[in-house]
């Protein structure tokens, strides 16, 4: 049964997925603008900064599009078919759940914040008036 129960969830994904990503074009917000200066230091913070992600995950959706409202390059990287960077949430975070914003800090230490709504406030409070 759970075999059955997997390959169902498999081919709703896989018909979904057209959808989810079309959808996401479709409603992708424009970004702010900014002064080049004012953007080169937004390029510069978020260069510690990487997305660990699924392409066709409705909440690493939500959280892509809060990325592109706030006109930021963070490095996106798909924890589902990439093994490295697979293995890199599960031993960093502990969990293999997406999405999951990977936070290097200043002293060297690493921050893996999970849960797209606690995401979207991290980058709304760390950018939405930059
Ligand atoms: N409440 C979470 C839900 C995230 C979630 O369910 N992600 C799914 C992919 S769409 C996942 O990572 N599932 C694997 C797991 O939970 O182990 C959020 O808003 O981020």
Known sequence: ???????????????LAPIVLISEKLS???SVERSPEAQ???????EGLA?????????????RKEIARLGLPIEVRDA????DHRRE???GGGRVKVPCLRIAQDDGGVEW???????NAWLQRRFATA
């Open 1 to 15: 049964m759970r075999p059955l129960i997997r390959l169902f969830f498999r081919g709703l994904r896989q018909v």
């Open 89 to 91: 949430l599960a031993e």
């Open 28 to 30: 992708t917000p424009k």
């Open 113 to 119: 914040l999970y849960e797209s709504d606690d995401i």
């Open 80 to 83: 589902q078919l990439n093994p």
């Open 40 to 46: 080169a230091e937004i390029d510069r913070a978020c």
């Open 51 to 63: 997305l660990y992600q699924f392409r066709t995950c409705p909440f690493c959706v939500k959280v």
